[in-house]
């Protein structure tokens, strides 16, 4: 099983976007120095709950301050795009970082984030296959001519191509089984959300399918075992002494960010001064929603409860877990002291 570090941005009060940004550079460098095998970003607009407006941009940072580890995009909202800008965008990075990309897609959740860039939210789901179908296209192709149901394009080109060839693996954000088995049919790597069970029930969906795909020939078996051995998991995660003290510590930073979350899949614009997300009266979470969520994906506690969690993950079929480290309020100390003590105590002893 991977381990890579996952970047949010989230930016809490009292801190610059420039101070934010740095740390983010730096926390990415010490995933590389610690043996994450891959640093992934993220995308949103709008509000200060993730400042990872353009992931690419940041990626071309993160590429020329590290040599090794791998770039992961979880996820690139595709509807967001033209298809030819983010071909372009994803594999530019994919050239500067010799060639270190995974090039992650999501259909996107928020309304709100939407209203940002005049993007349909209600035809995301068909406009994002489109996008994806046509960015492999375009990767693979010397020109695209194409009639589809948003775009037209005529010998379109995209330059530069990927490094990796033919393309960089593509990872497909999912969650509904028809999504599933989406991923699955056009021979695609997957991320979860979902505790456990849900990720696990997923995950024998996602190979039944795989394996019929193999048996109609829409992909490869080359493509259904690379498939089968690289599904990727978020989990927030932090480490202290003892289980009570780590889930102490991060208890208001996680229902922070589930009302934001909330809100996000809820509401269209909001007036500019409450953009913030921190002046917005926000949905309210109850004390035993935090909790459920705080057992079912968040990996809050010592060492041993730590490593059974993420060997039960193992014994499920994940292939990597997107380690994320730092939301809502935790700072860039408490972050990176977990980073290297899951680094030294968990992911030491889960590779042996």
């Known amino acids: 099983m991977r381990f890579g570090t996952f970047h949010l941005l989230t930016h809490p009060p009292g801190l610059t976007a420039q101070d934010l ?29 993730g400042l990872s407006s353009n992931p690419a941009v940041l990626a071309a940072a993160i590429a020329a301050r590290t040599q090794r580890i791998r770039l992961g995009f979880a996820a690139h909202i595709t509807p967001m795009h ?21 090039a992650g897609f999501g259909a996107g959740y928020s309304p709100y984030e939407f209203s940002m860039v005049g993007a349909d939210f209600e035809t995301r789901h068909g406009t994002h296959w489109e996008i994806v179908d046509l960015v492999r296209e375009l990767w693979t192709q010397p020109q695209v001519t194409h009639r589809g149901e948003l775009f037209d394009l005529e ?13 960089p693996p593509i990872a497909i954000t999912a969650g509904h089984p ?5 991923v699955a049919e056009r021979g695609h790597r997957i991320l ?21 795909a193999v048996a109609a020939g829409s992909i490869t078996q080359a493509q259904a075992e690379d498939c089968a051995k690289s599904p990727g998991v978020m989990r927030q995660i932090h480490m202290a002494d003892d289980a009570e003290t780590a889930r102490d510590t991060v208890r ?7 009302r934001v979350a909330k809100a996000l899949a809820g509401m269209g614009p909001v007036p500019l001064e409450e953009s913030d997300f921190h002046s917005l009266d926000l949905p309210a979470v109850d004390a035993d929603e935090v909790e459920g969520m705080l057992e079912r994906r968040v990996l809050a506690g010592d060492t041993a409860y730590v490593t059974e969690r993420m060997r039960t993950l193992q014994e499920i079929g994940v292939g990597e877990v997107l380690c994320w480290m730092r ?26």
């Open 21 to 49: 940004l740095q740390q983010t550079l730096n926390e990415a460098v010490l995933a590389e120095e610690l043996g994450f095998d891959t640093c992934w970003l993220t995308e949103h607009h709008g509000s200060r709950y």
């Open 82 to 102: 033209h298809p030819v800008r983010l071909a372009e965008q994803v594999a530019m990075v994919d050239q500067l970082s010799g060639g270190r990309v995974i």
């Open 155 to 167: 010998g379109a080109a995209s330059f530069p191509k990927p490094l990796q060839q033919p393309h």
């Open 178 to 182: 028809d999504s599933v088995r989406s």
């Open 192 to 212: 979860l959300l979902g505790g456990d069970e849900q990720v696990r029930d997923s995950l024998v969906l996602y190979r039944e399918t795989l394996e019929l």
């Open 252 to 258: 208001d930073s996680t229902a922070w960010s589930m």
């Open 327 to 352: 939301w809502g309020s935790l700072s860039h100390e408490l972050a990176t002291q977990s980073m290297r003590r899951l680094a030294a105590d968990v992911i030491s002893q889960l590779r042996k």
